[in-house]
């Protein structure tokens, strides 16, 4: 039997790094490429990735902002950030995974 979930809590940390390594790989020319009207076309699809965090922070600051909080668009943005660090760890995790099936698979034989 190939035992894939054998070291489950390292290939989460593991995720989680790949995960945050992702998002702000992502993040960083999105931010920069905002900062430069000539380069903001160019990156228009990694803004597509970023969609679902994106509706979250804008969620989260719907919420908080009738309340007046001083610090609600700091709170929308971590909100965002932290669905994005999620969405691509279970996806790092995801290939991970994957990958350790076909690589434990193939030295079984």
């Not at 804008?58 to 902002?65: D, G, N, T, V």
Request: charged share 15%.
């Amino acid at each position: 039997m190939i035992e894939v979930f054998r070291h489950t809590k390292r290939d989460l940390g593991i995720a989680f790094v790949l995960g945050c390594l992702m998002e702000f790989g992502i993040w960083y020319p999105v931010y920069r490429a905002d900062s430069d009207p000539f380069t903001a076309g160019q990156y228009a699809w990694l803004e597509r990735l970023q969609e679902p965090g994106v509706r979250v922070a804008y969620f989260a600051w719907h919420i908080l902002r009738p309340r007046n909080y001083p610090a609600s668009a700091y709170l929308a943005s971590a909100c965002g950030f932290a669905v994005l660090v999620t969405l691509w760890s279970a996806a790092a995790l995801t290939v991970l995974w994957t990958v350790r099936f076909f690589w434990l698979k193939r030295n079984s034989k």
